[in-house]
């Protein structure tokens, strides 16, 4: 497994890296999601970080063709 150590999402600015939960998340459901399996869950305390986690995890997405569109419903 690939930890990643930046987010890719603002190489240009003074973003931390990702905290090293939001990394094995991404590689955990990058692995766990396919055509068979579609969702995958993550559960974590408010202010943990999980929309930059799934902001890196669509991105991610994205760019490797997986995804075509990303939906974000929130407050």
Same mark, same amino acid.
């Given at each position: 497994?690939?930890?990643?150590?930046?987010?890719?999402?603002?190489?240009?600015?003074?973003?931390?890296?990702?905290?090293?939960?939001? %990394?094995?998340?991404?590689?955990? %459901?990058?692995?766990?999601?396919?055509?068979?399996? +579609?969702?995958?869950?993550?559960?974590?305390?408010? #202010? %943990? #970080?999980?929309?930059?986690?799934?902001?890196?995890?669509?991105?991610?997405?994205?760019?490797?063709?997986?995804?075509?569109?990303?939906?974000?419903?929130? +407050?």
């Amino acid at each position: 497994m690939t930890i990643r150590k930046t987010n890719r999402l603002l190489p240009l600015t003074d973003c931390p890296a990702l905290r090293p939960w939001q %990394a094995r998340c991404i590689e955990q %459901a990058l692995q766990a999601l396919s055509d068979t399996h +579609p969702h995958f869950l993550c559960q974590a305390t408010p #202010g %943990a #970080g999980k929309m930059l986690m799934a902001a890196v995890l669509a991105d991610e997405l994205m760019q490797s063709d997986a995804i075509d569109l990303v939906i974000y419903l929130g +407050p």
